[in-house]
Nanobody, 121 residues
Framework: QVQLVESGGGLVQVGGSLELSCAASGRIFSISAMGWYRQAPGNQRELVAR???????NYADSVKGRFTISRDNAKNTVYLQMNSLKPEDTAVYYCNAVLALNYDNTWFNYWGQGTQVTVSS
């Protein structure tokens, strides 16, 4: 079974930094993309950042210039470096991976359980 294991969340002051990581484990044939979504109370889950297997990235406008997503293909791990954190970044952050489990390249979405990021003023 595929698992996405997240780490790195916590409490940080305004202007501080955190790095989230998410490791995908299991018998994975290939990974099309990995990314991070977040959901704050009262809000819908939104895309924060995504990176494809080719290295293309997408960011939410609200985090551009502050967050950086990266990937270690050898470890099937995605990272989210978060700098200049703001209170509005407070949310549960969910790792997402689009995976193929065999050679037919049928893609499936997998989700981590979420990690809390709290930015205090």
């Amino acid at each position: 079974q595929v698992q996405l294991v997240e780490s790195g969340g916590g409490l940080v002051q305004v202007g501080g930094s955190l790095e989230l990581s998410c490791a995908a484990s299991g018998r994975i044939f290939s990974i099309s993309a990995m990314g991070w979504y977040r959901q704050a109370p009262g809000n819908q889950r939104e895309l924060v950042a995504r990176i494809t297997s080719e290295g293309s990235t997408n960011y939410a406008d609200s985090v551009k210039g502050r967050f950086t997503i990266s990937r270690d293909n050898a470890k099937n791990t995605v990272y989210l470096q978060m700098n200049s954190l703001k209170p509005e970044d407070t949310a549960v952050y969910y790792c997402n991976a689009v995976l193929a489990l065999n050679y037919d390249n049928t893609w499936f979405n997998y989700w981590g359980q979420g990690t809390q990021v709290t930015v205090s003023s």
